[in-house]
């Protein structure tokens, strides 16, 4: 339970900052923790207290026992999605930085309406 | 492919249209002679046109077209129209800009119109109609500058008249399960009064645009005055009498038998009584000639509802009759205040002045159509109002035949404005190299046309006699002998005596005035600016001396309490709060990224609290 | 032949993905490889298409990745309706190619020409896939190839707007990843299929809770109402010819995503209700705000969103008559919006205001004769293509009762009317400005395609007709569609 809690708070931590920061980096990091949080999440769906690496590495394990594999293989991929997010956010970040000189969201709005 | 089917016939009108654009890259001789002659056989072939319907299916509906009696005789207004309508074009549009997207929409627009009245179902009727529609937004924009604003509001307000007839039609395909009118009819009697009012109270305003029925009429002034002079003409004279058209048909085909049919045709009615009477005193107070003459065509429209609605036979035939003179005559008037335009380059009335003898056939083209306009025989004008009034009468509408008096007669100011201003008066400098326009493509169609007011007020069986057919299609009880409905025939008891009365009228009518026609042009003395007594001050050559500008002042103090009040203004001011309201919403795309991630999560603590209220 | 070389619907995303990634090896060779390679993948990508899409009209191809069969092994649904979408996408991506092949100069070519191709394959394999984990893969794929699209210029405001994108694209991420975590934590499984069977496993509260996080995260992508801020920026700021893909593919396959997972596993009269309500809120506020709209390609933007609302509005029915209609209306609007797009950005450039196009009739006359086709196509004008399109959304309103839809959509489509034919009137004003350049013919070749689709449609409306019925009755089957995936 306490994992369920812990990576819901991440991603509340995340969206946090995605909704009140003003400074573009602090909002990318925000995006990052929500995904983090998603992982988190979904870890601790396949967890079993105990349980082992999902391989069949000595007779006489069986699925019970073992933390179910599924979701870290979604973590795997999910974290690979998220770093080129992150990527390519904080590239378009540098652009944004370059061409207005600042990094308050607030300013960047010339696209309205 | 038969060549008296109505395939044949509609495949020549369309591809007429494209070929003319093609031949265009050819030579300008060669689209000319592809676009006489595309309106002129289907006009021809409005003849030979068979009986049988034409059923095919497309995008899951069943398109049927065939004839009636009652659509033939619009077509045959149409095809009246559009041959002047196109020969006066050869001339006039030749230094104009784009002639391949005149000529594509003009025949576009025809052919549309032919469609339309050859559409036995509502939705081939609205396809048909859509395409008049854009086509004629695309040539009432071809000179550009104010003619796009006024194209555009000319489309807005067709489209909240198509779309009104859509929603109807789409409820109705719902109901019945058919979209030809026969079978809509069959299933509209069962459907409940109130789903009936609502329906027909759709088709009927929608239809009603596009006849420029107040209060719906905002976009003829702008769109009329704005357009090419030789389209105007069929745009007023043709092209809105597919509202009328389309309001026959609902009143008598779908309509009729409903509760309701007859308090909404008496409103009707009146809606027609105010139109004539408001659009005439507005036509009154018009400087600008196509202005004017718009105005006027909302007039003229007003009458044809009126006696549309009524629905008494006589009634009937007095619509009928006005929609096919109203056609002629307004298309003289607006090709000859197009032919002045041609050669002055001008159509205001304060401007304008002595062209009498500079173009005195465009001249004799407007005497002919004001005449026929203000109802005095002989020529065709006279019938078809006489017809009303006593249509009216009969049915005891007697305070509408005082609007309808009272708008006929001040229509008689502003068909005097125009005649004055233009050919009276003055002769002015600047208009001395005026020339009379060419014979064969400008001068012949006015002349024509001016031949069918006179022919028709002689002979108005000519026209009667398809309209009865038309009528009797529609259901209504004509007499073969159908003389005997009006004052006007049974008096002498028989058709001979009429056309002697008629033409005994006529001809010393036209004598007289040929005689003194002549007479006076033999005498006119030319007055120089010293003839005239002006306190000892001698005028220079350019001052003017007729009193064309403020020409009813008087009567527009008089009429002001009317006037000032406009019902455009009030459907502008709803355009400009649905503007406004757009301007405000946009505002929600603040341009900052955090908002819009704020009504991403707000929007979902929304659905989900909602979703936890509804469980 | 076949049996050397099998055709698998696989190919529809293999294809692109690996020309991708060889991209940047060919140009090594030879800088025309670049122009060149997109080009050869979308055609055999079409040519996969015309092999495999009358096929899955007869029955759907089902292949299984890697030979693991469902649930277990993720597998691609080639039905009537994916295939109808993947072929879409195919014909879109080779028309962009073949106009960008002239009207595109900026560099990186190369990559913009990976993105593209990862744009499309991503925004295929959404379709395709059926496997709601794969299907969030996908959705990356195509969101990530986006936002590097949108600022793919380097222009001012081009950033600005990518990271909006970004922003708001993440949060749909991050809510989709969330609602199949839930779902994997009730049911154990991903696939699509084998989820439908098993959502009587996951207790109605938290069903509710997923299908607003599905709802939500898809609904980015699809434009829906207050989801949507990030789309007006994005389409303008984007080169055109990638405006035209998303308006064409992307917003269509989250749209496609949205439908096949609330049918499959949102089956409630409320969830439904609730899309067609949000549709048509949509298009009420997209078109009022497209009034006022100078610069051209946002107004198109909001259209955009204004015609997915209409199909939106009309897929909410879920009745086999409006998802027919919403079919109709998003293939119309692929068609005509990517010719709007592109017409207009050929005409006037990639920062095009209203006053822009004063005067262009004159100069321009066949891009201006294709921009008026295009106006009236999407006000639904007949004969052209919109509609038919319009009038099947109407007749799927009328048959379930719903004549204030009806009237709703009417009068939006007269707002929007207001400013097509405004830009229209433009056109044909006699002043202006001058125009240089002749468009080339590669552009003119890939508008006319979309302009014969628009009268082909507008005249044959017909033509398409069994396409699309078999699209809504492979949707609305839901039966067909486990069975058919779990069968073995």
Request: charged share 20%.
């Given at each position: 339970m306490i994992y369920y809690i812990a990576s819901i708070a991440v991603m509340l931590i995340g969206l946090y900052a995605v909704l009140v920061k003003k400074n573009l980096i602090k909002i990318v990091i925000g995006l990052s923790l929500m995904d983090a949080g998603t992982h988190l999440l979904l870890v601790a769906i396949g967890f079993i207290k105990g349980g082992t690496a999902?391989?069949?590495?000595?007779?006489?394990?069986?699925?019970?026992?073992?933390?179910?594999?599924v979701p870290q293989a979604l973590v795997l991929t999910a974290i690979v999605i998220g770093l080129a997010v992150t990527a390519v956010a904080l590239a378009l970040v540098i652009r944004i930085y370059a061409q207005h000189k600042t990094l308050d969201i607030r300013k960047i709005s010339s696209l309205k309406w | 492919m038969d060549i008296t089917g109505i395939p044949f016939f509609l495949a020549v009108s369309f591809g007429g249209a494209f070929l003319a654009y093609l031949m265009n890259f050819a030579h300008r001789f060669l689209r000319n002679a592809v676009v006489l002659l595309t309106v002129s056989a289907s006009a021809a072939l409005l003849f030979w046109l068979g009986d049988e319907t034409f059923s095919m299916e497309m995008g899951g509906f069943v398109l049927t077209l065939g004839k009636t009696p009652y659509s033939l005789f619009f077509a045959g207004i149409v095809a009246l129209l559009a041959v002047p309508t196109v020969l006066f074009s050869f001339t006039y549009m030749a230094k104009e800009e784009r002639p391949a997207m005149y000529y594509l929409n003009l025949l576009i627009t025809i052919a549309a119109m032919y469609g339309i009245l050859f559409s036995l179902d509502l939705l081939s009727l609205f396809i048909f109609w859509e395409i008049m529609t854009w086509s004629s937004f695309l040539l009432t924009i071809h000179k550009g500058g104010n003619a796009t604003k006024a194209g555009v509001k000319y489309f807005l307000y067709s489209a909240a008249g198509a779309y009104a007839i859509l929603f109807s039609v789409v409820i109705l395909y719902n109901m019945s399960g058919s979209l030809l009118i026969e079978d809509v009819a069959r299933s509209f009697v069962l459907q409940n009064p109130l789903m009936q009012l609502m329906l027909a109270g759709t088709l009927l305003f929608g239809f009603s645009v596009k006849a420029g029925l107040m209060p719906m009429h905002g976009w003829a002034p702008d769109a009329y005055a704005e357009s090419p002079a030789p389209f105007t003409a069929l745009f007023s004279g043709a092209l809105s009498k597919m509202g009328i058209f389309g309001m026959g048909m609902v009143l008598y085909q779908i309509f009729l038998q409903s509760p309701f049919s007859l308090p909404v045709r008496e409103l009707l009615a009146w809606a027609g009584g105010i139109t004539s009477a408001l659009a005439t005193l507005r036509a009154i107070q018009q400087t600008d000639a196509k202005r004017l003459l718009a105005y006027s065509s909302v007039a003229q429209l007003g009458y044809i509802v009126m006696g549309l609605a009524l629905g008494t036979p006589l009634s009937m035939m007095a619509a009928l009759f006005i929609t096919l003179l109203h056609g002629v005559f307004k298309a003289m008037l607006f090709f000859a205040v197009g032919a002045v335009y041609f050669r002055t380059g001008l159509t205001d009335l304060n401007e304008l002045r002595g062209l009498i003898r500079r173009m005195p056939v465009s001249f004799l083209t407007v005497l002919m159509a004001i005449i026929s306009l203000a109802n005095i025989p002989p020529l065709g004008g006279f019938v078809g109002k006489w017809l009303l009034y006593e249509s009216l009468i009969q049915s005891d509408h007697y305070f509408l035949v005082i609007v309808a008096f009272f708008s006929s007669t001040a229509s008689f100011l502003y068909v005097y404005r125009l005649i004055f201003s233009i050919f009276l008066g003055q002769e002015e400098k600047e208009f001395e190299h005026v020339k009379e326009v060419p014979f064969l493509t400008m001068q012949l169609p006015m002349l024509a046309l001016a031949a069918v007011t006179f022919i028709t007020g002689i002979f108005p069986g000519i026209v009667l006699a398809p309209i009865s057919s038309a009528l009797t299609y529609l259901g209504f009880p004509i007499q073969h002998d159908m003389w005997s409905m009006s004052m006007l025939f049974n008096e002498w008891g028989n058709r001979m005596n009429l056309l002697a009365m008629i033409s005994v009228i006529g001809t010393v009518f036209l004598t007289g005035f040929t005689i003194l026609y002549f007479y006076r042009m033999r005498r006119t003395r030319y007055v120089t600016t010293k003839d005239i007594h002006t306190s000892g001050e001698v005028p220079t050559e350019n001052e003017n001396l007729t009193y064309a500008i403020n020409f009813y002042q008087p009567f527009e103090r008089a009429a002001h309490p009317v006037l000032s009040k406009s019902i455009r203004a009030w459907i502008d001011w709803i355009g400009r709060s649905v503007s406004e309201l757009g301007d405000f919403l946009r505002h929600i795309y603040t341009g900052d990224g955090q908002t819009y991630a704020w009504y991403v999560v707000l929007f979902l603590t929304f659905m989900l609290a909602a979703g936890s209220w509804i469980l | 032949m076949p049996e050397l070389f099998p055709l698998s619907p696989v190919h529809y995303v293999a294809a692109p993905l690996l020309a991708a990634f060889l991209l940047p090896l060919v140009a090594k060779l030879s800088r025309s490889f670049i122009k060149i390679l997109p080009g050869l993948t979308f055609l055999y990508v079409l040519y996969v298409s015309a092999v495999l899409y009358p096929q899955a009209l007869q029955a759907p191809i089902i292949e299984q990745i890697a030979g693991w069969a469902p649930p277990l092994g993720i597998n691609l649904y080639y039905g009537p309706m994916a295939g109808l979408f993947a072929s879409l996408f195919s014909a879109l991506g080779f028309i962009v190619w073949l106009y960008s092949l002239t009207q595109m100069k900026q560099e990186p070519l190369d990559r913009f020409y990976i993105l593209l191709m990862m744009l499309v394959a991503g925004a295929t394999g959404m379709v395709l896939t059926g496997d709601i984990f794969n299907l969030f893969v996908f959705m990356e794929i195509t969101a990530i190839s986006a936002y590097s699209l949108t600022a793919f210029l380097r222009e001012d405001d081009k950033a600005e707007a990518g990271f909006k994108y970004i922003l708001i694209g993440s949060l749909a991420s991050a809510f989709v990843l969330l609602g199949i975590a839930i779902l994997y934590s009730y049911t154990g499984t991903l696939n699509l299929a084998d989820l439908a069977l098993n959502m009587d496993k996951v207790p109605l509260s938290v069903r509710v809770i997923v299908f607003g996080l599905f709802l939500v995260g898809f609904g980015i992508e699809a434009e829906i109402f207050p989801l949507n801020g990030w789309a007006p920026d994005a389409y303008s700021a984007a080169p055109a010819p990638v405006s035209a893909l998303f308006a064409g593919i992307t917003v269509k396959a989250a749209l496609y995503a949205l439908a096949r997972v609330t049918i499959l596993l949102f089956p409630f009269a409320g969830s439904m209700a609730l899309i067609s309500i949000l549709g048509l809120v949509t298009l009420v506020i997209s078109e009022l705000a497209a009034l006022h709209q100078k610069n051209l390609f946002r107004m198109l933007a909001y259209s955009s969103m204004g015609q997915v609302g209409l199909a939106i509005a009309a897929l909410g029915l879920f009745t086999a008559e409006g998802v027919y209609a919403a079919l109709f209306a998003m293939i119309n609007h692929a068609i005509v919006k990517g010719m709007l797009f592109l017409t207009v950005f050929a005409m006037a450039g990639g920062s095009a205001t209203l006053d822009g196009l004063n005067g262009m009739g004159r100069k321009k006359p066949i891009l201006s004769l294709l921009f008026t086709l295009g106006a009236f196509a999407i006000i639904g004008l007949p004969p052209f293509s919109g509609f038919w399109s319009k009038l099947s959304v109407l007749t799927a309103m009328g048959q379930t009762g719903n004549y204030a839809m009806i009237a709703i959509v009417l009068a939006t489509t007269i707002v929007e009317a207001a400013y097509f034919l405004r830009a229209t009137g433009r056109l044909y004003l006699s002043e202006g400005n001058p125009a240089e350049g002749k468009t080339p013919l590669s552009a003119i070749a890939a508008l006319a395609v979309l302009a014969a689709g628009i009268l082909w449609i507008g005249f044959f409306p017909g033509s398409i007709d069994e396409t699309l019925t078999a699209g809504a009755q492979d949707l609305l089957d839901t039966a067909k569609y486990t069975e058919g995936v779990l069968k073995d």
């Open positions: 999902p391989i069949f590495s000595e007779p006489g394990l069986t699925a019970d026992a073992m933390v179910d594999p | - | -």
